[in-house]
C-alpha cells in the first residue's frame, strides 16, 4: 500500500513570491515489454485507478464479440469506455446502446448525480429535468457490463457484484494485462458501485502499453484492444466531453495518445507506436496526485475549458512535453490546460501554476 514516502513533488501553487502550496505525485513510463522507462515517486506505488480502468472493463466484452453481436458503432463502444459529461449527446448514444442490447435505463445500479456539462445542466434546469442514470458519467460502463452479462445468458440483477461472473472475468482479463495473477490485484467499490482495482503505477502503465501495442497477446484480445483504442481515439468527445481534458487532448493528438483520468487524482495515457516518430514503441503512462486533486464537480477555468483539476492536465502535457509526443502547434492548442499564471476575480495576476516532476 501507499505512504507519503512514495510521493514527489508535482506542482507547485505560488503567490506573490511564496509557495502557497505543494501537490504531491507519483509516476512510472513503461513500454510494451514491462520496461520501465521513466518514474517519479515510487513507481510501484499501489493506488486505486478508479474510471482509468474502464478500457479494461469494456475489454473482455468486445473480445467476446460484444461489438459484433449487438451491432455497435465505434461511438457507442467509446462511450461504454467513457466518463462522460452527461449531454444530450451522451444520453442519446447510450439509449441507442440499451435499444440495441434490448434493457432499459432502470437496469442500471449506478445511481444518479448532477451532470457536470454546465450548459447542459442549465438547460436542464430550465426544462424542470432531474438527472437520471442515464445521465450518469458510468452509465455507458454499466450498460456495457449489462451487455456483457446478456450477451452471456447471464443474470443482469446483480451485475455489480464482485462475485458475478462478468465481474470476476474483468478482474481475470484486467490482471491480464497487467501481468499480474487476480490475487495480487486489490479490490474496492467505485463510486458507481462496481470493482474497481488497485495495482502499482508500473503495473497499470505496463497494462496500457499492451492495450496500445498488443502485438504479443492472442489474436482476439489483440483485436479487441486495437477496437478500443480506435474507438476511443477517433471519438473523442464521447469519452469525456466538450472543454474536458481526455477529449481535448486526443482530439489534438491525431489519433496518437491514448488518455483516462479518473477519481482521486488518478491518469492514465498511451502512446501508440509510432507517437514519438516512426518506429517508435508504444508506452503507458501512469500517475497519481497523492492528494487526490481538486476532484468534484467539472468547472470552467477558460472559456470552453473545465476541468475537475488543476494538476492532472498540467502533469500530463509536462509529461508528454518531455517524451516529445506533442508538437509546438499541439501544445498552443492544449495551453488553457497548461501550467499558466493565477489570477484572481479581478483578473490580477497574483501566481502561477508550475510543474516541479524531476524524472
Keep these: 500500500m501507499s505512504s507519503a514516502n512514495d510521493f514527489a513533488p508535482f506542482l507547485e501553487v505560488t503567490r506573490g513570491r511564496i509557495v502557497e502550496s505543494i501537490h504531491f505525485g507519483a509516476m512510472a513510463v513503461v513500454d510494451s515489454s514491462g520496461k520501465l522507462l521513466a518514474s517519479c515517486g515510487n513507481a510501484e506505488t499501489v493506488t486505486f485507478l478508479r474510471s482509468s480502468a474502464k478500457p479494461f472493463q469494456a475489454l473482455p466484452f468486445v473480445e467476446r464479440g460484444g461489438v459484433e453481436t449487438f451491432g455497435l458503432a465505434e461511438k457507442e463502444l467509446a462511450l461504454i469506455c467513457s466518463s462522460h459529461s452527461g ?4 444520453l442519446e448514444v447510450v439509449r441507442g446502446i440499451q435499444a440495441k442490447v434490448g434493457i432499459e435505463e432502470n437496469f442500471l445500479r449506478c445511481g444518479t448525480h448532477p451532470v ?3 450548459p447542459t445542466a442549465r438547460d436542464m434546469l430550465l426544462r424542470d429535468e432531474e438527472p437520471t442514470s442515464n445521465r450518469h458519467n458510468c452509465s455507458g460502463k454499466h450498460t456495457g457490463m449489462l451487455a456483457h452479462a446478456k450477451m452471456r445468458g447471464l443474470p443482469l440483477e446483480n451485475y455489480i457484484d464482485l462475485a458475478h461472473p462478468v465481474q470476476q472475468t474483468i478482474l481475470q482479463t484486467f490482471s491480464e494485462m497487467c501481468s499480474l495473477e487476480p490475487s495480487q490485484v ?11 482495482f488497485a495495482v502499482p503505477l508500473k503495473s497499470a502503465a505496463w497494462a496500457m502499453a499492451k492495450l496500445c501495442d ?3 497477446l492472442p489474436e482476439a484480445r ?3 484492444c486495437r477496437k478500443i483504442t480506435h474507438a476511443m481515439t477517433t471519438n473523442a468527445r464521447m469519452v469525456a466531453g466538450p472543454g474536458r481534458f481526455d477529449t481535448a487532448l486526443m482530439e489534438t493528438a491525431d489519433g496518437k495518445i491514448l488518455c483516462k483520468g479518473g477519481a482521486e487524482g488518478y491518469q492514465i495515457m498511451g502512446l ?11 508506452m503507458g503512462i501512469a500517475f497519481k496526485v497523492s492528494d487526490g486533486d481538486l476532484g468534484g464537480h467539472v468547472r470552467p477555468i477558460f472559456p470552453g475549458i473545465s476541468t475537475d483539476s488543476r494538476v492532472r492536465p498540467i502533469i500530463a502535457l509536462m509529461i508528454l512535453r518531455h517524451l516529445g509526443a506533442l508538437s509546438a502547434e499541439q501544445l498552443h492548442l492544449l495551453a488553457g490546460f497548461d501550467a499558466r499564471p493565477i489570477r484572481n476575480w479581478q483578473q490580477i495576476e497574483i501566481g502561477e501554476y508550475r510543474p516541479v516532476v524531476t524524472f
Design 222 to 224: 489483440a483485436t479487441a
Design 272 to 282: 501508440l507506436p509510432g507517437a514519438l516518430g516512426a518506429g517508435s514503441p508504444a
Design 214 to 216: 498488443p502485438g504479443k
Design 116 to 118: 457536470s456539462d454546465e
Design 87 to 90: 449531454t444530450d449527446e451522451h
Design 186 to 196: 486489490e479490490v474496492g467499490v467505485d463510486g458507481c458501485s462496481v470493482p474497481t
